[in-house]
């Protein structure tokens, strides 16, 4: 009697025991770390766990405090399959099956163990992207799940690091005696993989279409409609787009995609806003005639239109300056043994030093590719907003001083050959009170395509603030002959040299410019001047030289 008392008491602990050890459901705590760190103010994030289903989540989730969009991972075992949930806004939410992903994930076994939360964990290894992984997995739970889709399948994962310095840890564990609402596969749209990154992917920004495909070529009826303006014999393109409110810290990009349409060669393109806070403003001259415009002289004997800031104009603010390859997608015919031509060029650039100019405005935006061809080029530009923390210090105030880039060219408009006097660009300015720590965006690139030409010599650009040299460099390009494969059109030459191999004033065929961002200091509120030489080579029979700069003031409150 004694010892069926005893094995039914043992039998008893034992089924305790392993029901304390397998419960219906559980929620695991994890926080995160950084070579040895625990990372501050992380969303902590939580892992609900059952025999048939796992979620991974987080505490603003469920709070209901998360910004949009996000993300919830659900795995059911009894299908082994993995399901990704965004909810890109409160009424949008999309969902992924994937039946493969658990199966395909391999690791390698080791017999090393640790205890975490007073549970013995083995270790797998795996290595993604280049990234060794250790997960650190229990078994003694006879649940599965973890703080990502990986080891998912192995037991309950309770830790990973990724290259020996991030680290995901439990810090808690909980049995709970019934699953949250949350723990449900909700319904949502369902949507193949690549769809689903796509549509998440768009959603964590604006995004601002300006031209789609434009057409920008040479013609003498190019027709504007009610949405986009087309002037200088449609070599220029201009819409209204209106901005929202763009917070401080925020990324701004602008993008451009280019074919050509006809034209061969390469060419001088320009993205840029046309500010109209003074009596007279660019948009005047293209829609009334180039004479329009305020003149600069500096004494060589030329006028020059609507280049630099007066009292009663504001020139162009250049966002982007990029230059078309020789061709690309329309000679793409012309074919080289190996060499597979790009279908188009696409060009980014960072502008979030401009939010001031953009943010809660309506603004007009213009794209230029000068040619004298009736297919000319097709194009497309977008403006990208990305909320964000940026380290980097912004302006608060920004004042464009110069351009001299003949954006109307086709219309009349001079190239920019005043650098052939000593004099240069010379202007006055005027410093608010208020501001500090004044920058000067400056771009720069020569222009002369013939042997002797500035475009192909290497020329010093300085620029003088109240006579003052305050900046000096020699704009330089070395690494033209990167993007050979989008200039199926460019001509070769007997050294076997073809003409994007070589080098240019701050500029290859089918690539931006960066500007150069140029520290000022504290300038005292009132006027200075500002003047930039560049020792511009001379005319060669009908050949001339010309240098495209613009610039614009940076400061800060």
Not at 142 to 155: A, F, I, W, Y
Not at 238 to 247: G, L, S, Y
Not at 262 to 289: E, H, Q, W
């Amino acid at each position: 009697m004694k010892k069926k008392l005893f094995t039914l008491f043992t039998f008893c602990i034992l089924s305790l025991s392993f029901a304390q050890k397998t419960p219906k459901a559980i929620k695991v705590t994890y926080q995160r770390a950084s070579n040895g760190k625990l990372i501050e103010n992380q969303d902590p994030l939580y892992l609900f766990a059952s025999k048939e289903l796992s979620l991974i989540t987080t505490d603003k989730i469920m709070q209901k405090k998360a910004d949009f969009p996000f993300e919830q991972t659900f795995t059911d075992f009894s299908t082994k399959t993995i399901l990704q949930l965004a909810q890109l806004k409160a009424e949008k939410s999309i969902l992924n099956h994937d039946n493969e992903a658990l199966g395909k994930q391999k690791f390698e076994f080791s017999n090393a163990t640790k205890k975490i939360l007073n549970y013995t964990c083995k270790k797998a290894t795996t290595s993604i992207n280049s990234n060794t992984i250790e997960i650190w997995y229990t078994t003694e739970l006879t649940l599965k799940g973890g703080p990502s889709v990986l080891g998912q399948d192995l037991g309950l994962v309770l830790e990973t690091i990724r290259n020996g310095n991030s680290t995901i840890t439990a810090t808690k564990i909980e049995n709970l005696k019934t699953a949250p609402a949350i723990f449900a596969i909700p319904k949502a749209q369902s949507v193949d993989q690549l769809t689903y990154k796509d549509l998440l992917w768009k959603s964590r920004f604006v995004n601002i279409p300006v031209f789609t495909k434009e057409q920008i070529h040479f013609v003498s009826d190019a027709k504007s409609n009610d949405s986009i303006f087309r002037f200088a014999s449609g070599t220029v393109i201009v819409r209204k787009v209106k901005f929202p409110e763009i917070k401080k810290g925020s990324a701004i990009y602008v993008d451009v995609t280019e074919q050509s349409n006809g034209d061969a060669y390469d060419r001088t393109g320009s993205v840029f806003m046309i500010p109209t806070d003074k009596k007279t403003s660019f948009l005047d001259g293209l829609k009334n005639g180039v004479q329009t415009l305020p003149v600069y002289e500096n004494g060589n004997g030329k006028k020059y239109q609507g280049v630099t800031a007066t009292n009663d104009y504001t020139p162009l603010l250049e966002m982007m300056r990029f230059f078309t390859p020789f061709g690309v997608k329309y000679f793409n015919y012309l074919q080289l043994k190996n060499k597979v031509w790009q279908d188009s060029v696409f060009y980014r650039q960072d502008i979030s030093l401009l939010q001031p100019k953009l943010s809660n405005q309506e603004v007009y935006i213009g794209m230029f590719i000068g040619n004298y061809d009736a297919g000319g080029h097709k194009a497309s530009l977008n403006i990208s907003i990305h909320q964000g923390e940026d380290n980097n210090e912004k302006g608060d105030f920004i004042l464009p001083l110069f351009n001299t880039l003949n954006v109307m060219e086709m219309a009349g408009q001079d190239y920019a050959t005043m650098f052939d006097n000593e004099k240069g660009l010379e202007m006055t300015f005027e410093v608010p009170q208020g501001y500090k720590n004044f920058k000067l965006s400056y771009t720069t690139t020569g222009h002369g395509g013939w042997e002797n030409g500035d475009e192909f010599l290497q020329k010093k650009n300085t620029v003088f603030i109240d006579g003052k040299e305050v900046f000096g460099f020699t704009p330089w390009r070395t690494d033209c002959g990167s993007y050979r494969l989008s200039n199926p059109a460019s001509g070769n030459f007997g050294n076997g040299l073809s003409s994007p191999d070589l080098s240019r004033s701050n500029w290859c065929p089918g690539t931006t410019t960066n500007p150069n961002l140029i520290d000022l200091g504290n300038l005292t509120a009132g006027k200075h001047t500002i003047r930039v030489a560049i020792p511009m080579g001379k005319p060669e029979g009908t050949s001339s030289s010309a240098w495209n700069v613009s610039g614009f003031l940076i400061g800060e409150r």
